[in-house]
C-alpha cells in the first residue's frame, strides 16, 4: 500500500509540473481525485502507526525477555502487548471511516446507496399496501333484504 500511495504521490506531482497550457490538453486531476488520495495518505499514516508501535513493543518484549518481573510489571507488559496487538489490527477495518470522514464524494455516494436501498424497501411496502388497499376495496357486502308484505 505505501508503494501505491509514492506512485500516487509521484502522479500528482508529474500533473501539476506541466505547464498550464499543456495541462488543459491533458486530463488533469478533479476534486474527486484529490480526495480519494487524501485518503489514501491518510490510510498510509494510520497502517504505518498501527504497525510499528505494536513491532517496538515486540521488540521491547524480546529484549526484556530473560530478565526478573515483578508481578506488576508482568501485568504492564501484558497490557501494553495486547495494546499493540489491538492497534495492530486497527488499519484492517480503519478505511471506512477514513473515507467516511475525509471525503465528500464518498459520503455522498454512502447516502444516495442507503436511500436507494431503502426506498427500493418502502416502494415495495407500499406497493404491497396499495395492493391490500385495493382489494379490500373490491370486495363488496352484499346484503339482500327481504320485504315481507304484512
Known amino acids: 500500500m505505501m508503494i501505491l500511495s509514492i506512485l500516487a504521490f509521484k502522479n500528482v506531482r508529474r500533473i501539476r509540473s506541466f505547464p498550464h497550457q ?15 488520495l487524501r485518503c489514501l495518505y491518510v490510510q498510509d499514516i494510520i497502517y504505518i502507526i498501527c504497525t510499528g508501535i505494536p513491532s517496538i513493543i515486540e521488540i521491547y518484549e524480546n529484549i526484556t525477555m530473560d530478565e526478573v518481573h515483578t508481578p506488576v510489571e508482568n501485568a504492564i507488559v501484558n497490557l501494553i502487548g495486547d495494546l499493540g496487538l489491538f492497534l495492530y489490527h486497527i488499519p484492517y477495518c480503519a478505511s471506512f471511516y477514513i473515507y467516511i470522514s475525509m471525503s465528500k464524494a464518498f459520503r455522498h455516494e454512502l447516502k444516495r446507496l442507503i436511500y436507494k436501498i431503502w426506498c427500493k ?5 407500499r ?3 396499495h395492493r391490500q388497499g385495493n382489494i379490500e376495496l ?12 304484512a
Open 22 to 36: 499543456q495541462r488543459n490538453q491533458l486530463r488533469s486531476m478533479n476534486k474527486k481525485d484529490f480526495q480519494l
Open 121 to 125: 424497501n418502502l416502494i415495495s411496502i
Open 138 to 149: 373490491n370486495v363488496v357486502d352484499i346484503v339482500s333484504t327481504i320485504v315481507v308484505p
Open 127 to 129: 406497493e404491497e399496501e
